[in-house]
């Protein structure tokens, strides 16, 4: 007899071998904050999502032009960004958390919530784990409102 295997055993292996859909909550994930040394990977990122998901993350068609002047007016002072990185070191997730500007006297209680996830590593639960911290890092700046711009056909954001 070379061995046997519990139940446990084999629902251990199984779990390993393939991961339900929902499995990732419980992954963790290394999310890191983003800044000015980081405005070309936001940019290879931003750059990389299909048309449709660029209509999805910004709200109407978007060009390469207008991604790259995004990414390089992004105001790191002001407003938080986190991205997930993949083993080579590009970001495969990304959120940016826009706060209010200082002195406007309208929606200073409001942060503005933006996310991308590359489509072949969606279904892992990056972009949950970016809102939750966004939501953290927005009530830590006593920030009532989260502003979510968010189109109808995008199921995603919606759930």
């Known amino acids: 007899m070379v061995g046997s295997l519990s139940v446990a055993d084999v629902r251990a292996a199984r779990w390993r071998s393939r991961r339900p859909p929902g499995a990732a909550k419980h992954l ?4 890191r904050s983003l800044g000015r040394r ?3 990977r936001i940019g290879e990122h931003l750059l990389a999502l299909t048309p449709s998901d660029r209509y999805l993350r910004f709200g109407h068609a978007i060009g390469d032009g207008q991604i790259t002047r995004y990414a390089q007016t992004l105001d790191f002072e002001r407003d938080e960004l986190f991205g997930v990185f993949n083993r080579r ?17 309208d929606w200073q209680d409001t942060a503005e919530f933006g996310v991308s996830v590359l489509d072949r590593y969606r279904g892992r639960g990056f972009g ?4 939750q911290l966004c939501c953290l890092h927005a009530r830590n700046r006593q ?3 989260l502003l979510i711009h968010a189109l109808t056909e995008n199921q995603a954001m919606l759930r």
Do not use: D, E, K
């Open 38 to 40: 980081h405005r070309q």
């Open 128 to 131: 949950s784990r970016l809102f």
């Open 89 to 105: 070191l590009q970001v495969i997730a990304m959120a940016h958390l826009a706060y209010p500007r200082a002195g406007s006297s």
């Open 143 to 145: 920030m009532r409102y």
């Open 28 to 31: 963790m994930v290394p999310i």
